[in-house]
């Protein structure tokens, strides 16, 4: 098997943190070094884009894509961890339900919202994720950040549990997103089932399974599992020849090397430096709103 370098849309099962389903598509494909985009909590299932060597500086610009969920929330009872796996730590009545009171709270929470990171979420403080803080004990309430919610949708309802297609932009904790709607259906709520079905472009359909990749390595077809680098950057594209990307490799900027190629980008726009084959990424630069140049990621040749 050669060189494996891109990006791979993993189902992750329930049970795992997004870290252990990194290391078992490490252990998997037999590479040195792996990362994700976009960390999925351990009792949720769905799109993990795992990021297979070089890839893995591409994780700032995947991070950051808009995100579907399908999510289920149990009314009465408020846990711990604001998802099934906590403790029970209030309960509370749960008041009749019906489709229209549902979507009148729903549609409070579409568009632009404040919203604190979950104590239990991956988020740091002062370098260290909030879910170790709270493991021992410390409860840790950032604050409020603006969030955006693009859709919001009543998918079912039985008298004490609610299901909600949502999409998001980054930033969301949707276990908190649960709680918040509990509160304004006025009782208390957690997290009981979470599924990511789409990041950006990355469709739930299209993944493929831990299982399915193992098979794959064993039958010699993997590759149709790896997403080229190049294909997964969403932004203008400059090709340039081998001796222009020597120079890049080494930093030269890149408005020195372009010329009249580098007018046409947009101030404040990013855009990608590809080979001429269109199959190599060699870097991601920046032009700043004044004009100035940065790289602000230089891949290996």
Known sequence: MGEIEGVININ?????????????????????????AGTLDP????????????????????????????????????????DATGEVIERKPVPELSRERIEEVLQKFRGEILQSPHPFSAVKYRGRPLYKYAREGNLIKLEPRKVYIREIELVDFTEDEIAVKVTTSSGVY????????????????????LNRLRVGRFQLEDSVTLEALEESVKRGDVFKHIIPMVEVIDMRKI??????????????????????RFEIIEPGEKFAIISENGKKLYAIAEKGRNGTFRYVRVFTG
């Not at 709607?181 to 009782?187: A, D, K, P, T």
């Not at 120079?247 to 890149?254: A, E, F, K, S, T």
């Open 12 to 36: 992750k099962p329930p049970g795992i943190s997004s870290r252990e389903t990194g290391e078992k598509v490490k252990e998997i494909l037999k590479v040195k070094k792996v990362g994700h």
């Open 43 to 82: 009792m949720a299932r769905g799109v993990l884009l795992i990021l297979v060597g070089n890839a893995s500086k591409l994780s700032q610009f995947l991070t950051a894509l808009d995100k579907v969920y399908l999510f289920r929330m149990k009314l009465g009872e408020r846990r711990l961890t604001g």
């Open 174 to 193: 949707i276990r908190t997103l649960a709680e918040e709607i509990g509160r304004e259906l006025g009782s208390v709520a957690y997290l009981s089932y």
């Open 239 to 260: 090709k340039v020849n081998r001796q222009v990307a020597s120079l890049v490799l080494r930093g030269v900027p890149i408005s020195q090397i372009l010329g009249a």
